[in-house]
């Protein structure tokens, strides 16, 4: 019966990795990505800014972007650099219609939670974005690594925020980004307890901050900032 299987699935599935083209093993493989582009996914290692999560600072100790001016949410972290398998897996996930990515990178988030060492939170909530983006790509990645996420902490899913006709940040600079107002979010329903709020990247933290202001405007105690993949920032100051 086992071999019935791995010839059925080599006959109707994906024959080549959707990230190396190399031959798409039947054991081991999700996704369509082969075992050895899920094992090359390099993890964030060392201190993190326990608040931002950032890891160029090199110490467990809060860098001085976060002593300075601190966000509004209580904790970041993520499962890797923006680079590499898992840029690819972000950017199939995002661009390439590939919606199947997210049950197994919500159990790599699920698992950056974990070594976070945070507690499980009362709900789960994504960055939404807006209805139209969301009708033309026919999902939305941030709820389906959010979903993902809650199954893996057995936490509800909850869709808490909406999203106003800001557009995309993909491609806005740096200052544009910082300049995205709280309104842009607004939120659907009240809220009690901790919050987790999951995105499939970090990059100026400006996306998060407007989500964690409407969510804790909303009543959540808390919230804690966990993305897929955070985008490296040169120059940092620890």
Do not use: N
Not at 110 to 131: E, H, K, L
Not at 159 to 167: H, I, N, T
Not at 192 to 197: D, E, N, R, T, W
């Amino acid at each position: 019966m086992a071999k019935l299987a791995e010839a059925l699935a080599l006959t109707f599935l994906p024959s080549t990795c959707a990230i190396c083209r190399g031959a798409l093993a039947w054991s081991g493989s999700r996704a369509g990505v082969c075992p050895t582009c899920w094992e090359s996914i390099v993890r964030h290692a060392g201190a993190l800014c326990p608040v931002c999560g950032s890891p160029e600072v090199g110490t467990p100790e809060p860098c001085l972007a976060c002593r300075t001016a601190p966000p509004p949410w209580r904790a970041a972290t993520s499962v890797g650099p923006y680079e590499g398998t898992l840029r690819e897996l972000v950017l199939l996930l995002k661009t390439h219609g590939r919606d199947e990515i997210a049950r197994p990178a919500g159990a790599l988030l699920a698992g950056a939670f974990r070594r976070a060492g945070w507690s499980r939170p009362a709900a789960v909530v994504s960055v939404p974005m807006t209805w139209t983006r969301r009708v033309r790509r026919g999902y939305d990645q941030a709820e389906l690594l959010g979903r993902a996420v809650a199954r893996e902490l057995e936490r509800p899913f909850v869709r808490a925020l909406r999203r106003g006709g800001r557009g995309a940040q993909v491609g806005r600079s740096r200052a544009e980004r910082l300049r995205l107002p709280t309104a842009a979010f607004r939120p659907r329903r009240p809220l009690a307890g901790a919050v987790l709020l999951v995105d499939d990247v970090f990059t100026t933290g400006a996306t998060a901050s407007a989500c964690a202001r409407a969510l804790r405007g909303a009543g959540a105690d808390e919230v804690r900032v966990l993305t897929f993949a955070r985008t490296p920032r040169t120059g940092r100051v620890p």
